[in-house]
C-alpha cells in the first residue's frame, strides 16, 4: 500500500536525512586525517569539498527539469543509489586530491538527483495546503541528516580510520531507496516548456528573488559548514584542548540545530512576512559572523554561545526561501524552478567553501587568527547580499505592475 500524507512526509524526511549521512564526510574529516595526510593548503581543500556541490550544479538543472516530464521518483531512486556508490568508492579508491576531487564530483551528480527531485516527489503527491510546511519539514531534515553526517563521519574514522568513515555513511542512502519504494506512482502534466529552458523561472521574479536569496544563503551555509571543524581546532587548539567542546561536539551541535531554526524561521515568515523575516535574519546572520571572526582568539567559552547563536541565524532562512519559492513557482514549471534554485544554491556553496579557504590562505592561514577573520569577513559578505537580492525582486515586480496597470 502506497504512503500518503503524514506518513508519506515522515518517510521523505528519515529517507533525506540518510541521503545526506555521507554529504558533510569529506569536511568533516578533512582538516584531520585528509589535508596532513596529503599535504592540502586551505584553498586546496576548500576546492576538495567544494567539487560536491560543484558536480551538484552540472547536474541538477537536467534532473530536476526532467521531473516536469517524468516521475520524480525514478530519479530520486537512481541519485540515491549513486549518492551511496560515490561514496563507498571515495572510500575505497581515493588517495589524493586528483581522486578526491573526482569521486566527490561523482557523489554530488548523484545527490543532485536525491535533494530537488525527493522535494518534488514530495509535493507531487501532496495537497497544496499541506505544502508549505511539509517543505519546511523537508528542508529541516537536511539539518539532522547533516549533523548525523558530521557526528558519524569524525566517530568512525577517529575509531577505524578515515576510510572507514565514507564506507559507513556511504550506507545510508539506502533508506531512501526504501522510501521511493513505498511511493505510488506519479504521472505530470505536460508542461510544454522545453529540457533545460530556464525561461519560466527567470519571468518570474517572485521566485527569483527566493532563488538569489537561495544562492546567498547556501554560500554562506556551506562555508560555515566546510570549515566549521576547522575553525573549531584553531580555537581548541589556542587554549590547551577540550573534550567537552571538541570539533565532534560543537559540529554536531552547530548543525543539529538547523532543524529547529529552519522550522521556526518559516514560523517566523508565515506570521511577519517572508520577506521582512528572511532579511532580518540575513543581517542579523552577517553581524554575528562579523563577532566571531573579530573574537576569533578569544576564549572557547566566550565563542561558543556565539558559535551557537550563528548555528541558528544560519540556517534559519532555508525553509523560508525554499517553501517561498515552491508557491511563488507555477505549478507547471515546479520541477524546472526548483531546478534553478538548486543550481544557483548549490553553485553558490562551492563556491562559498572554496572562497573561504582562499581567504584563510591569503590572510595567514588556518592557524592564525587573522585567517578566520578574513573568512569570515568573507561569509558575511556573502549573506549581506541576499536581502539585496530581495530587494530587487520586489522592486521588479512593483515595476512589472506599473507597466501592466499603464497598458
Not at 571515495?90 to 522535494?119: C, E, H, K, Q, R
Not at 518559516?266 to 532579511?279: K, Q, S, V
Request: proline share 5%.
Amino acid at each position: 500500500m502506497a504512503l500518503t500524507g503524514r506518513p508519506l512526509i515522515t518517510a521523505m524526511c528519515i529517507g533525506q536525512v540518510g541521503n545526506l549521512l555521507p554529504h558533510m564526510a569529506v569536511p568533516a574529516i578533512m582538516s584531520q586525517h585528509l589535508i596532513p595526510l596529503w599535504h592540502l593548503s586551505s584553498a586546496d581543500a576548500g576546492l576538495m569539498a567544494g567539487s560536491f556541490a560543484f558536480g551538484y550544479t552540472i547536474a541538477v538543472p537536467i534532473l530536476t527539469t526532467l521531473t516536469d516530464r517524468i516521475d520524480a521518483r525514478l530519479i530520486l531512486l537512481i541519485g540515491s543509489a549513486l549518492t551511496s556508490a560515490g561514496a563507498l568508492a571515495f572510500g575505497l579508491f581515493a588517495n589524493g586530491l586528483t581522486s578526491a576531487i573526482a569521486l566527490w564530483f561523482v557523489t554530488g551528480i548523484g545527490f543532485a538527483g536525491a535533494y530537488m527531485p525527493g522535494l518534488k516527489a514530495l509535493t507531487d503527491r501532496l495537497p497544496p495546503g499541506d505544502t508549505s510546511r511539509a517543505v519546511t519539514l523537508y528542508t529541516s531534515s537536511f539539518s539532522l541528516g547533516v549533523g548525523l553526517s558530521f557526528l558519524v563521519s569524525q566517530l568512525v574514522a577517529d575509531w577505524f580510520g578515515w576510510r572507514a568513515a565514507f564506507l559507513v555513511t556511504g550506507l545510508g542512502p539506502l533508506t531512501m531507496i526504501a522510501a521511493c519504494i513505498t511511493m505510488s506512482p506519479h504521472r505530470p502534466a505536460p508542461s510544454g516548456a522545453h529540457l533545460l529552458d530556464f525561461r519560466p523561472a527567470f519571468r518570474n521574479r517572485d521566485a527569483l528573488g527566493y532563488i538569489l536569496g537561495y544562492g546567498a544563503h547556501c554560500f554562506e551555509l556551506y562555508g560555515i559548514r566546510t570549515w566549521i571543524v576547522g575553525f573549531w581546532s584553531f580555537v581548541i587548539a589556542q587554549h590547551g584542548g577540550s573534550d567537552i567542546l571538541s570539533p565532534i561536539v560543537v559540529s554536531f551541535l552547530f548543525t543539529i540545530l538547523a532543524m529547529p531554526a529552519s522550522i521556526l524561521g518559516n514560523e517566523a515568515a508565515l506570521r511577519f512576512g517572508r520577506h521582512r523575516a528572511i532579511t532580518f535574519v540575513m543581517l542579523a546572520s552577517a553581524a554575528v559572523a562579523l563577532l566571531i571572526g573579530a573574537a576569533a582568539s578569544a576564549s572557547p567559552w566566550l565563542l561558543l554561545p556565539l558559535v551557537l547563536l550563528y548555528a541558528v541565524t544560519v540556517p534559519a532562512d532555508s525553509g523560508a526561501l525554499t517553501s517561498g519559492m515552491t508557491a511563488a513557482a507555477n505549478p507547471s514549471f515546479r520541477g524546472v524552478t526548483m531546478g534553478l534554485h538548486s543550481t544557483v544554491g548549490f553553485g553558490l556553496s562551492a563556491a562559498g567553501a572554496w572562497a573561504v579557504g582562499v581567504a584563510l590562505d591569503a590572510a595567514g592561514g588556518a592557524a592564525t587568527a587573522s585567517g578566520w577573520l578574513a573568512a569570515f569577513c568573507v561569509l558575511a559578505a556573502g549573506i549581506a547580499l541576499g536581502p539585496v537580492m530581495l530587494l530587487w525582486a520586489r522592486m521588479s515586480q512593483g515595476e512589472e505592475r506599473k507597466q501592466n496597470a499603464t497598458v
